[in-house]
């Protein structure tokens, strides 16, 4: 199993800002995945971070929106960019082990 | 690309009651099917993983199918408690990609 810490676990932003979510893995993993899940919505992967090459996005996310880094094999970031009311939703981070997949407990932004 | 589908999308019954929660999947090259918990505002906690080879699996009060050819899943939920009120979401992962799909989630209450 894989123990997933994630900060913040929530913040209210203004619109035009930004911030960096982290994500924290207490064993090394390959990959690390970030989702987004909107109110009321499932959850829909933004991109898929590997440590030592570019995050890889999902149709309908950008870099320049969702920069993503993932300096070790444990540890990855995800800034939301110039934040617009829209970009309200939970944020979640994920490994995955043999079989199955872990979760942070997610980031609930606001942006005001 | 795989489509994941549950049904209902909001569910209420008494306290006491079993239930079932479906989940539907297009694309049966399957590896495996997860099913999670989310409480309001928070991330997902596993509940239940089938892997491709299996077609069932128990948990307390929880039992997972899986059968692959019809593309369906189901969660089982016996002799329902206020406590277990949340999002339940299944995840499909394609056995071509290291990446899940999710569920449009059920929304359960548990009436006491």
């Known amino acids: 199993s894989a123990v997933i810490s994630q900060k913040p676990s929530r913040d209210i932003c203004q619109r035009g800002t930004s911030l960096t979510i982290q994500c924290q893995v207490d064993?090394?993993?390959?990959?690390m995945f970030w989702y987004r899940q909107q109110p009321g919505q499932s959850l829909t992967l933004i991109a898929t971070?590997?440590?030592?090459?570019?995050?890889?996005?999902e149709s309908g996310f950008v870099i320049d929106k969702f920069p993503i880094s993932r300096p070790n094999l444990t540890f990855s970031t995800l800034t939301v960019s110039n934040m617009s009311p829209e970009d309200s939703s939970i944020y979640l981070c994920?490994?995955?082990?043999?079989?199955?997949?872990?979760f942070g407990q997610g980031t609930r932004l606001t942006v005001v | 690309k795989q489509e994941v589908t549950q049904i209902p999308a909001a569910l209420s019954v008494p306290e006491g009651e079993n239930l079932v929660l479906n989940c539907s999947f297009t694309?049966?090259?399957?590896?495996?099917l997860q099913w999670f918990r989310q409480d309001p505002g928070k991330g997902l906690t596993s509940l239940l993983l089938?892997?491709?080879?299996?077609r069932e699996q128990t948990s307390g009060r929880l039992n997972a199918s899986l059968d692959k050819s019809s593309g369906r899943s189901t969660l089982y939920i016996a002799a329902s408690q206020p406590g277990d009120s949340a999002t339940y979401l299944c995840?499909?992962?394609?056995?071509?990609?290291?990446?899940?799909?999710f569920g449009t989630g059920t929304s359960l209450t548990v009436i006491p």
């Open positions: 994920s490994v995955t082990g043999v079989t199955e997949a872990f």
């Open positions: 064993s090394q993993v390959t990959m």
């Open positions: 971070a590997n440590q030592g090459s570019e995050a890889t996005y």
């Open positions: 694309d049966s090259a399957i590896y495996n």
């Open positions: 089938i892997q491709s080879s299996q």
């Open positions: 995840a499909a992962i394609p056995a071509y990609r290291n990446q899940f799909y």
